[in-house]
């Protein structure tokens, strides 16, 4: 019996996206949290927030290793189950590749200097400056990444000729029409994810052993910062639906299962079709689907049926888009509630529902990045490269392609559970309080002019 390779080769891709997305993401939303909190505890001379930088540190590096070996899975994927593709846009992709592996490098340079040099500077200002080529490279590498998934979607900087790509322009298709919304969209949401995530690590922990000093300021450091963001993200959000209205109409209409052309477009959350693509049980906002695409509420929204039934992305997409924009808005008001409870002197922003509530909101996070970015892959289905090549033109032929998913499904279970044992055990065995302890002791004996 055939096996349809077609499939398989989104399995192994689909896979492999999910699982590096995790990484990807603490690896660039991370480090600016770092530095973060040692720029505000040289500010304070505040310890707490000094040793929330050097813990943040060691658990980041942890994720690079494992992001290194899923980014490298991704790079050897394109060849190995996507020949077709490279074949056809590797002269247009290569420098934008090369640009990220050089980010990371660069990034990985200074992040070594940064974690060796705790202490070693007269002036503390002088170590934290180590933060910013690492924040510098860990964007610029999801800059480079996204600059290629903005080219897939919207090809641009080549000439067409005899089914091949020539007079290619690699600057001019890093730079096409898609990329500055997709970036914005996305290191904004790294920012949100890393934010939620050491405020949910911070929560998570006042619940299991009690409110300290050093959670509760971890935790406020974090919710500010998951506010502005959480904010920027909506204003991604919003670019992002406005390019798709303008550039990639069919997304959009499959997102919002709008199927005709009309003004006063309605925005649709959730629901189900049936067999003849009727909605039913679903929310309708009036006109807000044309405000939103258009910031006019009267504009005029193009339906499915301009395009060929063939060309459309999977209807599916509809949930993965509501779910994404809801977890993203949830995690606003998640914020935005925590501040009102700080300034209402009446709440306590403490509670344990509170606390449970920001706990979730970390993993929610990460599931709202997962549906993002199948969202955003779906959503350009049935095309490859928009346009030009289709995912079935781009697949290899290979029946190998089912081994290699289990391949590559047991090296992510072996990733993963090493990962979870390593950093359980590095922070297990040098819990907070015990490092606190340390850190006062070292100071004591400093002031007396003992050697530390």
């Known amino acids: 019996m055939a096996i349809d390779t077609v499939l398989w080769s989104k399995l192994v891709t689909g896979m492999t996206l999910a699982f590096h997305a995790i990484f990807a993401t603490i690896g660039v939303g991370v480090p600016l949290m770092i530095a ?26 942890i994720s690079v290793a494992v992001g290194v070996v899923t980014g490298t899975a991704i790079s050897l994927q394109l060849a190995l189950v996507w020949p077709n593709f490279m074949k056809l846009a590797g002269n247009v992709i290569a420098l934008p590749l090369f640009l990220e592996v050089f ?3 660069f990034e990985a340079i200074f992040l070594g200097i940064y974690l060796y040099t705790w202490d070693r500077f007269k002036n503390p200002y002088t170590h934290w400056l180590l933060t910013i080529p690492i924040v510098i490279g860990a964007g610029m590498s999801a800059v480079f990444i996204t600059t290629v998934n903005g080219f897939m979607n919207q090809p641009e900087g080549f000439l067409m000729d005899g089914g091949v790509f020539t007079a ?6 890093m730079m096409n029409e898609a990329s500055f919304s997709k970036v914005f969209h996305v290191l904004s949401s790294a920012y949100l994810t890393g934010a939620a995530l050491l ?16 959670h509760r300021k971890a935790l406020n450091l974090m919710m500010g910062v998951l506010l502005l963001f959480g904010l920027l993200n909506a204003l991604a959000g919003d670019v992002s639906a406005k390019f798709l209205a303008e550039h990639q109409p069919e997304k959009l209409a499959a997102a919002e299962w709008h199927f005709e052309t009309e003004k006063g477009a309605d925005l649709v ?3 189900w079709l049936n067999a003849e693509n009727e909605i039913i049980g679903a929310l309708h906002l009036p006109n807000f689907l044309s405000f939103l695409a258009f910031g006019d509420f009267n504009a005029e929204v193009k339906g499915l049926e301009e395009f060929p039934q063939e060309e459309w992305p999977p209807l599916l997409v509809h949930y993965l888009f509501d779910l994404m924009v809801g977890i993203g808005f949830t995690l606003l008001a998640l914020s935005f509630l925590y501040f009102l409870f700080v300034f209402w002197k009446k709440r306590n922003e403490l509670n344990k529902w509170m606390l449970r509530a920001i706990a979730l909101g970390a993993p929610l996070a990460f599931v709202g990045v997962e549906l993002g970015w ?16 289709t995912v079935e033109e781009a697949a290899t032929s290979s029946p190998q392609v089912r081994l290699l998913f289990f391949l590559f499904l047991l090296l992510y279970l072996l990733l993963g559970t090493t990962c979870v044992l390593v950093l359980r055990r590095l922070f297990r065995l040098n819990p907070v309080e015990t490092e606190l302890e340390k850190g006062i002791g070292k100071d004591k004996k400093t002031e007396k002019g003992e050697p530390a």
């Open 199 to 214: 405020a949910g690590i911070a929560a998570f922990t006042m619940l299991k052993k009690g409110v300290t000093a050093y």
């Open 374 to 389: 199948f969202y955003a892959e779906l959503g350009r289905q049935p095309w490859i490269i928009r346009g030009y090549m």
């Open 269 to 271: 959350l959730m629901g």
């Open 36 to 61: 973060i909190a040692e720029f505000v505890g040289i500010r304070k001379k505040d310890p707490h927030y000094i040793l929330m930088a050097k813990r943040w540190s060691r658990g980041f590096v």
């Open 103 to 105: 980010a990371f490098f």
């Open 168 to 173: 290619v322009d690699p600057v001019q298709a």
